[in-house]
């Protein structure tokens, strides 16, 4: 079985909750956090395709990212930083390319 929020593998045994079973605690408390909204990788995508004529891009290098929770957590929490247009982290690449 896969991990419920990134579906990667689950470790044995695995990291459980509620009825849940995580690959690791970061997946577990992202869904504690967000519930089902974290299910749906798709809203952390970026709001728009190109940043805007005024603004600034910068990418980033984020050690330790490994799961799909870290990817939607760092987007989540980005977009919240006054100033922050755009998100769109990958944890394949562990990087994010921020908009501002």
Known sequence: MP???CGLPLPKPPV????HDF????CREV???F??????PAKVSPRSTAAPADGRE???WIDGMHC???EFLIGKLALKHPG???VASSYATATAKIVY
């Open 31 to 33: 869904y504690r956090a």
């Open 84 to 86: 922050v247009l755009d």
């Open 16 to 19: 459980s909750d509620a009825g």
């Open 3 to 5: 991990c419920t929020l």
């Open 68 to 70: 799909a929770s870290c």
């Open 23 to 26: 690959c690791c605690i970061g």
């Open 35 to 40: 519930g089902e909204d974290a299910l749906v």
């Open 58 to 60: 910068a990418f980033l």
